[in-house]
DNA sequence: GACATCACTGCAACCCCTTGCATTAATTGT
DNA sequence: ACAATTAATGCAAGGGGTTGCAGTGATGTC
């Protein structure tokens, strides 16, 4: 139904190769045939088919972005700013939603295959195997995860956990729960690679309970065994969870930070209104959305760029976190007063 | 580099044409040929093209979906309802976010247009001329809008503010405002549309502020304009905004409910861990999403199905909204003591 | 044993567009 | 005035697939 380059050749009386370079390279074509063309295609309601285009040039000039879970408010902020950059290099992002499910993911990669010049893989729960098997069908660059030799961009959470703990340990904590993510999180598994390695010295006892949906509910389950483990602080994957095991404490009776410390990871927004406040270890999202943009861009140039992006992670304390309970400390300590204490990673 | 159709065809000695039966309709191929072409396929890492395979069937299996902005949390369940929705059917989603840009918002629909079956065009900020238009280009289901004879799934906000400007009146209000969305959106000319017909009753006073960027910054901004104009009550276009609104009048020393009443529209899950939890006219996002794919599918179909879905809203009582201050009551009024209160729309 | 039927497979046109090359006409240089 | 450019356009071969039609051999029917 909609006009092809055909209609537009025919009603202007070109050959098609005429419209396709008054579209594709104006400059080839001479200005009077060129408006005429154009004439003809605006009333013919002419727009190129980009699938159809895409199919010789091998360019689509989109981008697709692949999440675990949209309505995780981590990636809002990196999706945006993914936006902003690729818009700036003229390019669209699809995004997809995996569910949190690595079969889905495999689908959805195949499925933008062919409709994107490059797929950014974000928190991938698949096999590295897997994820590299689909690199040689399209372009990948993965935030979150390290795999063979594509292109990634990943936050060192691993030191934003040690910061975290070593928070925690600072105000007295000796028992302490890493709370972790979804199976395959390759964040989740640095996570717990860090909290042990930091465990090992031996200022305090970890228990890591998991693997946990990294939601709200998730967090909210986990609340039951924290109480009865009788952890004193608690370090969650990410803020979803932390907020979520808040409530699940809150409605266990025990309060936060009094009873149990609470510290997550992301800072996402909502982190700034729960009451309390959260700790959190701050992840640079929106960077690691440009970054994995341009690295995706870069790699089409010219082959074996940066193979990685390291990008540092900080610690915000707020209120959910105190001094370890069983002490004879004063109370609950308060830190940020007006604004946030930012203790930055070296 | 990837093996294209021919590769295969040649490294099993059949013809392109057998091979491309052996994935799209393995049965019209002998069993032993079939084998065969698939171990070659497997060993040269083959997948069908299926930018090129839609090219000819003019199917491509995905739907796109737009939305003004994807870090508004009233668009994830809408878009995750959307997704399992479709999957059921075996399509695939991609999200694209215009940034309450109508110009992005025309590109995107553009950029998709023939790399899916159809668009969802959820709340859109262009005007209805162009919406037609480009549905001349793409089949084309349109959410929170009316335009033409396309199909389109509503929701009966209208019905919604009646009911949260009635709550308010009985409330004993009489000097309401009405936090407008942004230029461009219909969802907030119906809202004010139906606020000022209930105006009209004179059992009230409505003052319109607007238009507003709908994020937690637009309700922000217009807090000072509530407090110097004297308002006792306020009907946001949506959560985000009431919720920053909640904030801007905490910053200026005025009490929610006690000094002003604040209710908002959508009922996202933030609305319920605010303090107070926000009252709220609920939408019905995921049945949207379920109801947009179902049109959009059905359309392929037959033509002619429902040209309109329309979707009932509730009002649902929490705790920002009380009697209006400077009378004889007796303090605040809390509703929704354990669960919430809901109202339904008749 | 002649003929219709059937299961496979190949042929070639086509989907919509791009692009290297050839062709033609107009312009420039000397 | 004639060769050499240059500009504008047409031609046709793709890009990676699908699909109606025809051809092949084998089987079934009477």
Redesign the interface.
């Known amino acids: 139904m ?1 006009a092809t380059i055909r209609d537009v050749a025919k009603a202007s009386g070109v050959h098609i190769s005429t419209v396709s370079r008054t579209f594709s390279a104006p400059h080839l074509v001479n200005v009077e045939t060129r408006t005429r063309v154009q004439a003809c295609a605006e009333q013919l ?1 002419y ?1 190129p ?4 285009r ?2 010789i040039t091998g360019r ?3 981008i ?1 972005l692949i999440v675990a879970d ?2 995780n ?1 981590f990636f ?2 990196l ?2 700013a993914a ?1 902003s950059q690729a ?1 700036r290099h003229d390019h ?6 995996t ?1 949190e499910d690595a079969v ?1 993911e495999e ?2 990669v ?6 994107v010049d490059g797929v950014l893989l974000c928190s991938p729960r698949m096999s590295n195997s897997l994820i590299e ?1 689909l690199s ?2 399209v372009p990948l660059v993965v935030v979150n995860r390290q795999v063979g030799g594509i292109p990634a961009v990943v936050m060192d959470v691993a030191h934003g956990a040690r910061l975290a703990l070593e928070h925690l340990t600072g105000l007295g904590h000796s028992s302490i729960a890493l709370v972790t993510g979804p199976r395959g999180s390759w964040t989740s598994r640095e996570i717990r690679r860090s909290a042990q390695t930091v465990a090992r010295t031996g200022s305090f006892e970890l228990t890591v309970i998991g693997p946990n949906q990294p939601t709200e509910d998730g967090g909210l389950a986990v609340a039951e065994q924290v109480r009865r483990g009788g952890m004193t602080a608690v370090l969650a994957y990410n803020d979803l969870m932390a907020i979520g095991l808040m409530e699940g404490l809150h409605s266990l009776g025990l309060r936060v930070p009094e009873d149990v410390s609470v510290v997550g990871i992301d800072d996402i927004t ?1 982190s700034r ?3 309390p406040k959260l700790t959190t270890v701050a992840t640079p999202t929106a960077a690691a959305g440009r970054a994995a943009v341009d690295m995706l861009l870069a790699h089409g140039d010219d082959r074996r760029t940066t193979a990685q992006v390291n990008l540092r992670t900080e610690l915000v304390i707020r209120d959910s976190t105190g001094p370890a309970a069983r002490r004879q400390s004063p109370g609950p300590q308060r830190h940020a007063d007006p604004g946030d204490v930012v203790a930055t990673a070296p």
């Open positions: 909609p309601g727009r088919n980009r699938a159809a895409a199919l689509t000039f989109n697709g949209i309505a408010p809002p902020p999706i945006k936006e818009r669209h992002i699809f995004v997809a939603d569910n889905v689908d959805l195949r499925a933008l295959a062919k409709q098997q040689r069908e909502l209104l729960t009451r």
